[in-house]
């Protein structure tokens, strides 16, 4: 058989539309994490037992699973404890913003201990308070150390993205899924997802390694 793309060409606009509804679920999936990720990462270095022992489990619990079986969970078996079917969009977004938050809240915890302690040490000493200390002090200087590390983590959720079409979300796997079923031919459209999940991981590798420039010229 020949690789022939003609056939599928004029479904190419509809499996672009599936852009929007990626971009959508990423960077709602990145803003939850990112602030679920925050919170886990001051829990682990708080010295209340009980906050310590629940960021390290959550962490252990949705790095220890695999994301596709959160994603079925919270999909398949929250409706069953809630008694109220949740939309495919927002299980994807729960699945992938709970998951991220357990891998940004390491990212994020490394970071912050990684800030020299006199910088803390000097804080506590001008009697700034511990909240104040970690917005304006710590945080800052962490973030500028893991921001390789955070974009890595984002450039992962967007391929794991494709994850979600195993639920019926019509993002750009769907779609391409449902051209290749359309036409009984599957690979160029695989092909075609294939290039256009290429194109945005490159866009935002290049938008990162922006940002680690512009933090170097303002150190």
């Not at 020299?116 to 962490?142: C, S």
């Not at 779609?175 to 290749?180: A, L, Q």
Request: glycine share 10%; aromatic share 10%; proline share 5%.
């Amino acid at each position: 058989m020949s690789l022939d793309f003609g056939p599928i060409m004029p479904s190419v606009p509809y499996i672009v539309k599936g852009i929007g509804v990626t971009i959508q679920i990423v960077a709602v999936s990145i803003a939850l994490g990112f602030v679920l990720g925050i919170i886990l990462s001051l829990f682990k270095i708080s010295r209340i037992g009980i906050l310590q022992w629940f960021g390290d489990a959550y962490t252990s619990v949705f790095r220890g699973t695999p994301l596709i079986l959160q994603l079925f969970i919270i999909y398949y078996g929250l409706p069953q404890l809630i008694d109220y079917q949740i939309s495919s969009f927002l299980a994807a977004v729960l699945a992938f913003g709970f998951n991220s938050g357990a891998y940004v809240s390491e990212i994020i915890r490394a970071g912050i201990e990684a800030v020299d302690k006199g910088q803390r040490e000097a804080a506590m000493a001008l009697g700034v308070p511990y909240g104040q200390m970690m917005k304006d002090i710590i945080l800052p200087q962490a973030m500028k150390n893991i921001l390789p590390a955070l974009m890595n983590e984002f450039i992962t959720l967007t391929k794991e993205s494709a994850l979600v079409s195993v639920i019926g979300v019509t993002d750009i796997m769907r779609r391409s899924y449902i051209v290749g079923g359309d036409h009984y031919s599957f690979l160029p459209p695989m092909l075609i997802a294939g290039v256009i999940y290429y194109i945005m991981v490159m866009g935002l590798t290049l938008l990162g390694k922006k940002f680690e420039r512009r933090m170097k010229r303002s150190d």
